[in-house]
């Protein structure tokens, strides 16, 4: 009977997670970049999340508020099993209706408020087994934010397998968790190998846990905390604080190293919209114009170049006091460039930045905006509000347009679609049309097939541009275009929403 137990721990060991993981990190120190933790399948239209990312965005963006929990009833019942077989009837009827990530905190205060009623060493039990022998992630959350309920630091295996689960961004979180009753000196270098090892939720986790107690710990965060592949918001101000950015500035000469660090972390500071960023700064201003001071002894390349015209375009915005003196800074800085030349070599790779430094300097794009529209329409197209809002090259915009654009594949029919994602004919009109109510008489071509499209927003793109013709001239649209009042009758009659239908018969 030992025999068939121990054969039984045996084969689910070697198809769990944990064992999955941990055979990695002896071979390789590190999970490989393709790790799954779990093989899964996805319906159509199900929401997909990255490693790690449910609990972000749980930890980041919702209320502390805790609800009853009716998942610790099943606990309940699981204690009365073996925890083997109460693994089973988890992963094979139960798994698929809950995301722990959504209910742990709940289910942990509610077995902590009622501990009386559970067996504590049967809990640690399920715990540990859900933990070590789970195959799918869920199990394995499941089984950490049970064990976080226990005092386990004076056990060093079962510390061991929590440790080594935290190299999967899966996991981060929950280990973290765990890890809080840890001896300090334990947690903070759980904490930096595992931010060293990371890349995304996981690493954001680690690094908000970590104390920069050591300079090596406050050089690594300077050079390497911010980087990671989910938004440097999360991280921009924890780094900025925890390894003194604005007191190393002031004393400057960075080494490339350390100032591409500090351009990752100012980016992560201008993106104020999850986190705390630059405004939470006590010297905001003082630690942008040494930034860009320290700019000027090295290298940039594109990505740079944009952070400058984001710090630029931030403080034009910014409340913050003395905000009007960092856009002359940033003008000087970026006329260490050759402007010109920067924005004919960029402007095919990186539109948007050159956009953006030609309007600081107040350089005509136009030219070289239908230059890339003649090379690749489109790609290039939705440029166009340059030239419509500086009534620059219009006309020549829209006879590329109509050489351009199969009008004919456009299709004719009423509907209510959202016109997300591709759409028949390839080129999104809506976006050249809603620009045509301030260019009388314009892409007439175009407002013909929007009017007749299934898209809502195309029929009303159409319907704004005709009424700004009518505003201009004075004149009623069968005045201006009988084929295009013709139109407007005949799709008035089949209207299927009400405020489109309510804008036809303006036009009528």
């Not at 219009?394 to 109509?402: H, I, K, S």
């Amino acid at each position: 009977m030992a025999a068939v137990i121990y054969d039984l721990e045996l084969e689910m060991l070697e198809n769990s997670i944990y064992h999955k993981i941990k055979k990695c990190i002896l071979k390789f120190g590190k999970l490989p970049e393709d790790f799954v933790a779990e093989e899964k399948t996805y319906k159509e239209n199900e929401l997909r999340f990255a490693p790690g990312a449910l609990e972000g965005i749980f930890g980041h963006h919702m209320s502390d508020e805790v609800k009853e929990c009716d998942f610790a009833q099943i606990i309940k019942d699981y204690l009365s099993m073996k925890p083997e077989e109460a693994l089973q009837i988890f992963e094979q009827e139960q798994v698929k209706n809950y995301k722990v990530a959504s209910i742990r905190q709940s289910l942990q205060n509610s077995i902590y408020e009622h501990r009386e009623d559970y067996d504590a060493e049967k809990l640690a039990g399920l715990a540990v087994c859900f933990t070590e022998y789970g195959t799918k992630t869920e199990t394995v959350k499941l089984g950490l934010s049970l064990l976080a309920l226990f005092h386990v630091a004076d056990k060093p295996g079962i510390c061991e397998m929590i440790a080594t689960l935290g190299y999967c961004e899966e996991f981060t979180d929950y280990v973290i968790m765990n890890s809080r009753n840890w001896a300090e000196d334990r947690q903070q270098e759980l904490y930096f190998e595992l931010a060293k090892k990371l890349k995304g939720w996981g690493k954001i986790n680690a690094v908000e846990m970590m104390q920069a107690d050591t300079e090596e710990k406050k050089k690594w965060l300077l050079c390497h905390g911010c980087k990671n592949d989910v938004m440097y918001a999360y991280l921009g101000y924890e780094c900025a604080m925890k390894c003194d950015l604005y007191e190393r500035l002031q004393k400057g000469n960075f080494s490339d190293e350390e100032f591409q660090g500090a351009s990752d972390i100012m980016s992560g500071l201008l993106d104020e919209g999850p986190c705390e960023g630059m405004s939470a700064l006590e010297h905001p201003i003082e630690l942008t114009l040494l930034y860009l001071e320290e700019c000027k002894k090295h290298n940039w390349d594109a990505e740079q170049v944009a952070l400058l015209t984001d710090i630029a375009t931030y403080f034009r915005g910014s409340k913050i006091e003395n905000s009007p003196s960092i856009e002359p800074k940033v003008k000087e800085v970026l006329g260490l460039l050759d402007i010109h030349t920067y924005i004919v070599e960029n402007i095919e790779k990186n539109t948007h930045e050159c956009m953006r430094i030609a309007k600081m300097y107040d350089i005509d794009m136009s030219q070289h905006l239908i230059r890339l529209m003649k090379m690749d329409f489109a790609k290039y197209y939705n440029f166009c509000y340059y030239l419509f809002t500086n009534h620059q090259s219009v006309d020549e915009f829209l006879t590329l347009c109509d050489r351009e654009i199969a009008y004919e594949q456009y299709p004719n029919k009423m509907g209510d679609d959202l016109g997300l994602g591709p759409v028949q004919g390839g080129i999104k009109l809506d976006l050249i049309v809603q620009h045509l109510d301030k260019h009388f008489g314009k892409g007439r071509e175009m407002i013909k097939v929007c009017i007749q499209s299934p898209i809502t927003r195309w029929r009303n793109m159409a319907a704004k541009a005709m009424f700004g013709w009518v505003r201009e001239s004075g004149l009623s649209l069968k005045d201006i275009d009988a084929k295009l009042y013709a139109e407007v009758e005949r799709v008035h009659a089949i209207e299927c929403s009400e405020q489109t239908k309510g804008m036809w018969e303006k036009l009528l």
